[in-house]
């Protein structure tokens, strides 16, 4: 295939209309749900189990089950995905994938770093002396260079083909929080401007978008990124073409409600007001919006927080809430997703 041309002629967003107070009911019963249901690895795989969680699932009103996928499980194990896929089509429910790490550029399932960042050293970004690569998990790779624009469309149509997916979900990317100082980088942005290094960002994602559109029209196509991201961030990516979602991922408190010792920066990766703005810029563009309040990696603390907090979060006018189904690192996991479960009647009533 021959290398994409990932540079998209703007042909200008268009602009969401207020919804009248009397729509606004008909919306809120149009609202998805969402789990994000990464398996550990996909590698053991019991069927009966898979069929038990996703009846419990759906028994709680899910409409959409987001599953992690990387290269190396594209690899190794597509029949389990296939398999995970069609027990949620049984079950009436939509399956999105989330292609993750890939590159090194995409968040998801944090299950192993890229096989093709680590056999291609020559496309990683690098940091600010031009030299230096830029580390998340594993090295990231620049979106700039032919090798990764090539992979990313060869490896959507590959999983279009393979799989009857009805989303695909781009997460956190970490090239929207490390910019990119290579030589390719700055061949056209010689001063390293971080507005016009996000406008190629998302004109990147824009393209990609593109071939999945094109392999496959009605797949829906969702990106989302942490409430933390400075406006530059959220007012780029909005612009994203071929998008039919965008959001933001944060804790399910405000920030003054944060725990003490948490970093002052990341204090600011919560739902309320820093992930608003991600939400305002969505329907100036024509985009649904998504948002995912991070129940992972919590403390008992941190649960009680979210106890407290929560419903009034849910009140917000979104259009897809996603949850983490068992997401990793709780202390008390069966409390944090009786939480969600209790709050999730008041997602669409």
């Not at 296939?82 to 949620?88: A, G, P, S, T």
């Not at 009034?312 to 259009?319: G, V, Y």
Request: aromatic residues 10%; proline residues 6%.
């Amino acid at each position: 295939m021959k290398r994409r041309e990932f540079i998209i002629t703007s042909t200008g967003a268009v602009a969401a209309s207020m919804l009248p107070f009397s729509m606004l009911a008909q919306q809120k019963k149009d609202r998805k749900l969402a789990a994000y249901y990464f398996l550990a690895g996909m590698y053991t795989l019991k069927p009966d189990s898979i069929r038990s969680e996703l009846d419990e699932m759906a028994s709680w009103g899910m409409q959409v089950v987001c599953i992690g996928v990387t290269s190396l499980a594209l690899n190794r194990a597509p029949r389990n995905i296939n398999f995970i896929l069609e027990e949620c089509h049984k079950r009436k429910m939509e399956c999105h994938i989330v292609p993750s790490r890939i590159a090194g550029i995409t968040a998801g399932a944090p299950i192993s770093p890229s096989s093709f960042s680590q056999l291609n050293p020559d496309a990683w970004i690098k940091d600010k002396d031009g030299q230096t690569p830029l580390r998340k998990v594993g090295p990231i790779c620049s979106f700039y260079h032919p090798k990764v624009v090539d992979y990313y469309h060869e490896l959507m149509v590959e999983m279009l083909d393979l799989w009857d997916l009805d989303g695909i979900i781009w997460d956190e990317p970490k090239t929207s929080y490390w910019q990119d100082h290579s030589s390719l980088a700055l061949k056209n942005n010689p001063t390293a401007d971080f507005r016009t290094y996000m406008k190629d960002h998302t004109d990147f994602f824009s393209s990609v978008n593109k071939t999945i559109k094109d392999k496959k029209k009605n797949c829906t196509i969702t990106f989302f990124d942490e409430a933390v991201r400075p406006d530059i961030v959220v007012e780029e990516i909005a612009k994203m073409k071929y998008l039919d979602y965008y959001g933001t991922d944060g804790k399910p408190w405000p920030r003054e409600a944060s725990p003490l010792g948490m970093e002052a920066e990341r204090s600011k990766k919560v739902v309320p007001v820093y992930g608003e703005r991600f939400f305002t810029k969505a329907r100036k563009n024509g985009l649904k919006t998504m948002c995912l309040p991070e129940n992972h990696n919590m403390s008992r603390q941190d649960n009680d927080l979210m106890e407290k907090h929560l419903p009034q979060i849910l009140e917000l006018d979104i259009d897809m809430w996603v949850y983490y189904y068992y997401g990793r690192n709780q202390e008390e996991p069966e409390r944090n997703m009786q939480i969600i479960k209790d709050n999730i009647k008041t997602f669409k009533s």
